[in-house]
Nanobody, 116 residues
């Protein structure tokens, strides 16, 4: 059984930083493309970042240069370091394993609120 359990998040002032964590079980994060998505109130869920199995990272334009996705193979965890946060980053953030042709797995979601 695959589980993605998220932690971190919370309330931060604009310009501040937060780190989100995603602990995986049932899959090996270093062998899978792992992603972060977010969903703001009244908006569709959007892709934020992906780290591929070979370690390459990709980011949405809106977070490029401010957010960093990483993984710890020994702990089987994925992280999202968020710096220079803006009010428009306020959303529920989700850790996910999304891969075409395979079942998708999602974390439970973590609220991030950036106050201006």
């Amino acid at each position: 059984q695959v589980q993605l359990v998220q932690s971190g998040g919370g309330l931060v002032q604009a310009g501040g930083s937060l780190i989100l964590s995603c602990a995986a079980s049932g899959i090996i994060v270093s062998l899978n493309p792992m992603s972060w998505y977010r969903q703001a109130p009244g908006k569709q869920r959007e892709w934020v970042a992906t780290i591929s199995s070979d370690g390459k990272t990709n980011y949405a334009d809106s977070v490029e240069g401010r957010f960093t996705i990483s993984r710890d193979a020994a702990k089987n965890m994925v992280y999202l370091q968020m710096n220079s946060l803006k009010s428009e980053d306020t959303a529920v953030y989700y850790c996910a394993r999304i891969q075409i042709g395979y079942y998708s797995y999602w974390g439970q979601g973590t609220q991030v609120t950036v106050s201006s």
